[in-house]
Antibody
Framework: QLHLQESGPGLVRPSETLSLTCTVSGGSISSRSFFWGWIRQPPGKGLEWIGTVFSTGSTYYDPSLKSRVSISVDTSQNQLSLRVNSVTAADTAIYYC??????????????WGQGITVTVSS | QSVLTQPPSESGTPGQRVTISCSGSISNIGGDFVYWYQQLPGTAPRLLINRHNQRPSGVPDRFSGSKSGTSASLAISDLRSEDEGNYYCAAWDDRLSGWVFGGGTKLTVL
């Protein structure tokens, strides 16, 4: 059974870079059948799509975050990574790693990680 | 302000049928598939309804989805206390080349 596990620092200073990793088990991130992505949820608010990536490195980002975000895959480690530059308090959220259910970015998420809480504060 | 519009709250009594609406535009719901997610308190979202209006294994057949034009609905029949939580619709937006979510609907079982 596919399992996604997020990891990274729970506290990031304003203006610094948020870096998270998602380790995939029970499946291969190299699979040509799926895209992978990140979604976040600010405290008490709804879900926000951050971006989506394929094993080849092809990426899609939310336009409002595109200038600050980078998503990549490490097929040797079976991991997915997220970097958000120049963070502010508005980036405080639960960050979820996710698998899209098909071989295109337009396929929705069918598997979610448990999420990791990241707080931006000095 | 979410691209997809959902009512902030809905409620019902046990055994009742409730529907949650999701309104979008031609660039998202009108031209593509709608997904529905359930998020119970303190947990990660889980897929309820996929692009083919199918339920993944483990999702009761009390949950069903439908779409008409630029709107979609999630229906929950035989409402139970364990259904209490937040529900989100989502769709791919061709104009944005990205995913858009509804703001979420908090379902209360009275």
């Amino acid at each position: 059974q596919l399992h996604l596990q997020e990891s990274g620092p729970g506290l990031v200073r304003p203006s610094e870079t948020l870096s998270l990793t998602c380790t995939v088990s029970g499946g291969s991130i190299s699979s040509r059948s799926f895209f992978w992505g990140w979604i976040r949820q600010p405290p008490g608010k709804g879900l926000e799509w951050i971006g989506t990536v394929f094993s080849t490195g092809s990426t899609y980002y939310d336009p409002s975050l595109k200038s600050r975000v980078s998503i990549s895959v490490d097929t040797s480690q079976n991991q997915l990574s997220l970097r958000v530059n120049s963070v502010t308090a508005a980036d405080t959220a639960i960050y979820y790693c996710a698998r899209h259910e098909g071989d295109g970015p337009y396929y929705g998420v069918d598997v979610w990680g448990q999420g990791i809480t990241v707080t931006v504060s000095s | 302000q979410s691209v997809l519009t959902q009512p902030p709250s809905e409620s019902g009594t046990p055994g009742q049928r409730v529907t949650i609406s999701c309104s979008g535009s031609i660039s998202n719901i009108g031209g593509d598939f709608v997904y529905w997610y359930q998020q119970l308190p303190g947990t990660a979202p889980r897929l309820l309804i996929n692009r083919h209006n199918q339920r993944p294994s483990g999702v009761p057949d009390r949950f069903s989805g439908s779409k008409s034009g630029t709107s979609a609905s999630l229906a929950i029949s035989d409402l139970r206390s364990e259904d209490e939580g937040n529900y989100y619709c989502a769709a791919w937006d061709d104009r944005l080349s990205g995913w858009v979510f509804g703001g979420g609907t908090k379902l209360t079982v009275l």
